[in-house]
């Protein structure tokens, strides 16, 4: 079982940047891989980054968003660089076993990132 705690989100102008972290408890989070999803208003849920031993990003936030992972610290980041307003969402963390897409093991409570435009 893994627990995923996110925090970081909030309010920020358009152009702006937030870092969101996920801790995870448990003392294998170096085999899951580690992803950000996000759901906006009357929007299904979306894949944004995964990290496991590489990086892959959604087309929408590649060059704005980098996802990282801290295996001592049981934590994955990601920051957010270029924010737009139609990057508001509830940002979910998740972990997987196998693979983050089409729907991980694990998710967390979320997170609400809003952009002001």
């Known amino acids: 079982q893994v627990q995923l705690v996110e925090s970081g989100g909030g309010l920020v102008q358009a152009g702006g940047s937030l870092r969101l972290s996920c801790a995870a408890s448990g003392s294998t989070f170096s085999r899951y891989a580690m992803g950000w999803f996000r759901q906006a208003p009357g929007k299904e849920r979306e894949f944004v980054a995964g990290v496991r031993s590489g990086t892959y990003y959604a087309d929408s936030v590649k060059g704005r968003f980098t996802i990282s992972r801290d295996n001592a610290k049981n934590t994955v980041y990601l920051q957010m660089n270029g924010l737009k307003p139609e990057d508001t969402a509830v940002y979910f963390c998740?972990?997987?076993?196998?693979?983050?897409?089409?729907?991980?093991?694990?998710w967390g409570q979320g997170t609400q990132v809003t952009v002001s435009s």
């Open positions: 998740a972990a997987a076993i196998v693979a983050l897409t089409p729907t991980p093991d694990y």
